[in-house]
């Protein structure tokens, strides 16, 4: 029972701090950080599955977490009709080669023997493929970026409801995890590192480059919302009266009838924003409760023991007769999907999808701390991790602004030292989650929870 | 006629600078691949420390043009490379002294240290920020050329003409002369053989008196020259800025895998492949071919195989297919 405790105690310092956040500063930015985390909480959870459960490393979140936001454009965006109409023919063409090129290559390898010849018909066979990609595509892509480019030039998605993008997020994901994890799982631990990072990279620039499928760098706006918007909250009766009812001993103190209107116009617009977001929150918390369910359940089964055993040893389990490539490749596409289905919840909270945003920086190496700090093989941990260091990166801007300002007050407002300093205070937050990691893998590797074995 | 000017434009189109984009590459792809031989881990610091040791060049350049020293028409970034060189090793020995050391003691697994780098690659980030800030910075002086293509073309009466910038000049003779002495000293001086040893054997090494202490130092030492060199070299090319220097590392990354890693020669050579592979790729050959070939078959479209946006993902595939048939690399698993 101990063991709960700390992971009572550790939860609810983390609420409190938030609490704290809603009281110093502003209801709406706590539900923001609560938002953020729950996400966070979501992407954890997907790399401790890879990492914790299983040993893999994977540095190639940002890849997935991208395909995620890019499956939530390609199902809730209205197609673009006329897009369709002069490209969309070429783009399907395009499909068709390059599942024709898959099939070619994989009779030749499967056909053939080893050989040089081979090597080289396959290596010609890719490279005729993508000349005539190019040839087919070009002018679809063409007229697809100049249906009115300023609004859409891209092919839009499928209009249907975005709830079903999380699902699509995580399919999308899991398949490119399974071609992904074919051709890299059977690399040294630091290599596969090095080899995810890279082909993110590449992800997210096809992303990036590609506007006929997302705009690119051009950004989606306006996505669709699981929630009510703002404004029609605002001109809604049940919302006002709701409003009037919370704040009715506030409202009661305010004699004039004028500005009795103007104070609940403003509190209507606050808690408008505070109940989109409430909602927000209310989703994502059921998603994270599943999830921790789910994994909670997975990891003190068989097929947990299973993955704790290939982890720590994987010779003898392979000698017990576990398929330790099939198991790995299996763990590989399970976690990298619920990082796509992270991805495509926030960027179903943004409203927004900017390719341009995808950085390793925060979507891979910030969520690799998460879950060291947290706790790698601990679903709670792993939660909370993403909870804490979540908080930290998003005030430790403000914080280090407080203590500069304080440790500085004696010094005069223009002193070139506090105005650099002042100037530099959003760069603490690399500085909080550097030294956080390290001292976290210095003296309590296990992280803030540690991974708990229970014996059955 | 046409065919001089065909080679002329792709000498100064792709070639050259290809050949100065390799020597950066090459000089990140010997740091990174000097410390995964000897300390065992690959460094996702490499390319912050590059940058760390860039920005006291930087600070020290200005801090001189102030005080009016200077090269004339060398880059007076020249001058300030020892300093920022002396800066950067005290930052790694400090660095390896609070963090690495400890995992050495321990025997941590490469996958350990690799997090541990990630560490010190976002306190690395933060300081870089705190101290110089984000923004973009030039800082080069002196000659900005060496050739430039009107004169070159008055000199030949040619119709194309050859560019070359001094900081290109630069970058491929200083990295020449600085991996020679490197190669040099690993292959023929008894400190050299000893880091070598260390790295193919370590027990062996212990046994036959090697001290490890000594071999850290020398590696950290030789990985601070070059990273620092390397930097200023990329920032005099293009500019000096921190997020920049981030990206750069996954081409140096993947420079040094290709190459083989653990393997300096290897790696010096990945730099070149890497940079060639994503120039030629992403050129536009059109005005190549059209003084190649007559006339009236003038080809219409740029005849480029990848947009320049996919320059990155070039090198990415090219490491991911080498990881794929020859995962020691192309110059096999030689340990340094």
């Known amino acids: ?19 704290l956040v809603g009281i110093f500063q502003s209801w709406s930015i706590a539900l923001t950080i609560l938002n953020y985390c729950l996400i966070s909480a979501v992407m954890t959870i997907g790399a401790n599955i890879q990492w ?42 395009c499909i068709w080669i390059i599942v024709a090129i898959i099939f070619v290559v994989k009779f030749i390898l499967n056909r ?81 590192a090095i080899a995810t990072l ?5 992800i997210v620039s096809i992303i990036k480059h590609e506007e006929w499928l997302a705009r690119g760098v051009k950004n989606v706006i306006g996505l669709k919302r699981p929630a009510p918007y703002e404004i029609d909250l605002q001109t809604s009766e049940w919302f006002i009266n709701l409003v009037t009812k919370f704040n009715s001993s506030k409202l009661n103190l305010i004699n004039s009838i004028v500005d009795k209107q103007e104070a609940l116009n403003q509190m209507v617009i606050d808690a408008s924003s505070v109940y989109v977001k409430l909602c927000f929150t209310g989703l994502f918390l059921t998603v994270v409760i599943i999830l921790l369910i789910v994994t909670q359940k997975a990891l003190y089964s068989p097929w947990g023991r299973k993955m704790r055993a290939i982890r720590d040893n994987e010779e003898a389990a392979s000698a017990m007769g576990k398929n330790i490539v099939k198991e790995h490749l299996l763990i590989f596409i399970l976690g990298s999907a619920i990082v796509g289905l992270a991805g495509a919840m926030m ?9 341009g945003s995808y950085r390793p920086m925060r979507y891979t190496f910030v969520i690799w701390v998460m879950v060291i700090v947290g706790g790698t093989g601990n679903n709670f941990g792993a939660i909370l991790g993403g909870f804490v260091v979540w908080f930290l990166w998003v005030e430790a801007a403000p914080i280090a602004l407080f203590l500069i300002n304080l440790f500085t007050s004696h010094l005069p407002e223009t002193n070139a030292v506090r105005v650099h300093l002042i100037e530099s205070a959003p760069y603490f937050r690399f500085l909080v989650i550097g030294m956080g990691l390290l001292l976290i893998m210095r003296y309590r590797p296990q992280g803030i929870i540690p991974e708990k074995i229970i014996k059955q | 006629m046409d065919f001089l000017n065909a080679i002329i434009v792709l000498f100064n189109f792709t070639v050259i600078p290809a050949l100065a984009y390799g020597s950066q590459l090459a000089l990140g792809a010997i740091f990174v691949t000097l410390i995964y031989a000897v300390l065992r881990f690959a460094n996702f610091a490499t390319g912050d420390m590059m940058s760390f040791g860039t920005m006291f060049a930087v600070i020290l350049t200005y801090y001189f043009q102030s005080l009016g020293f200077g090269l004339g028409v060398l880059p007076t970034a020249l001058l300030t490379i020892p300093f920022a060189i002396l800066m950067m090793i005290l930052y790694m020995l400090i660095i390896d002294k609070f963090v690495f050391s400890y995992y050495r003691l321990k025997k941590s697994p490469p996958v350990q240290f690799a997090m541990v780098s990630v560490g010190v690659m976002f306190v690395t980030q933060a300081l870089i920020r705190i101290i110089i800030g984000p923004s973009d910075r030039r800082f080069l002086d002196g000659e900005k050329f060496i050739i430039k293509a009107t004169e070159f073309k008055e000199m030949t009466g040619l119709a194309e003409g050859i560019t070359l910038k001094s900081t290109q000049a630069i970058t491929i003779i200083v990295t020449l002369i600085v991996v020679s002495i490197m190669f040099w000293f690993l292959n023929r001086t008894k400190t050299g053989t000893s ?21 850290v130092l020398i590696t950290w030492i030789i990985a601070g020259i070059l990273a620092t060199i390397g930097g200023v070299l990329y920032g005099l090319d293009k500019s000096y800025r921190p997020f920049v220097y981030f990206n750069n590392m996954l081409p140096i990354f993947a420079a040094a895998i290709v190459g083989g890693i653990g393997n300096p020669f290897g790696a010096f050579l990945g730099g070149y492949v890497i940079a060639f592979a994503e120039i030629f790729v992403t050129y536009a050959y059109k005005r190549f071919i059209s003084y190649l070939l007559p006339e009236h078959l003038e080809p219409d479209s740029l005849l480029q195989l990848l947009s320049t946006d996919y320059k990155f993902a070039v090198s990415f595939s090219i490491l991911v297919i080498v990881l794929l048939i020859r995962p020691s690399g192309i110059f096999k698993g030689k340990v340094i």
């Open chain 1, 1 to 19: 029972m101990r063991n709960y405790k700390n992971v009572i105690a550790a939860y609810s310092i983390m609420i409190f701090l938030i609490i």
């Open chain 1, 112 to 192: 053939f023997n080893k050989s040089k010849l081979r090597n080289y018909s396959v290596a010609s066979v890719i490279l005729g493929g993508i000349i005539l990609l190019r040839i087919t595509a070009a002018p679809g892509i063409e007229a697809i970026e100049s249906v009115d480019p300023a609004k859409t030039g891209f092919l839009g998605g499928m209009g249907l409801p975005v709830l079903l993008s999380w699902i699509f997020g995580a399919l999308l994901a899991g398949s490119l995890a399974f071609v992904i994890g074919k051709i890299a799982l059977g690399l040294r631990a630091d290599y596969l």
């Open chain 1, 52 to 93: 914790g459960y299983a040993g893999l490393i994977n540095f190639g979140i940002m890849g997935y977490t991208a395909l995620g936001g890019l499956a939530v454009v390609l199902v809730s965006v209205e197609p673009v009709k006329k897009a369709w109409q002069v490209g969309g023919l070429n783009i399907l063409a």
């Open chain 1, 198 to 202: 890279l082909i993110a990279e590449i």
């Open chain 2, 195 to 215: 880091m070598r040893a260390y790295s193919d054997n370590e027990d062996l090494a212990l046994l036959s008196g090697i001290d490890p202490k000594r071999v």
């Open chain 1, 347 to 355: 960027v179903t909270n943004d409203g927004l999808f900017t390719p």
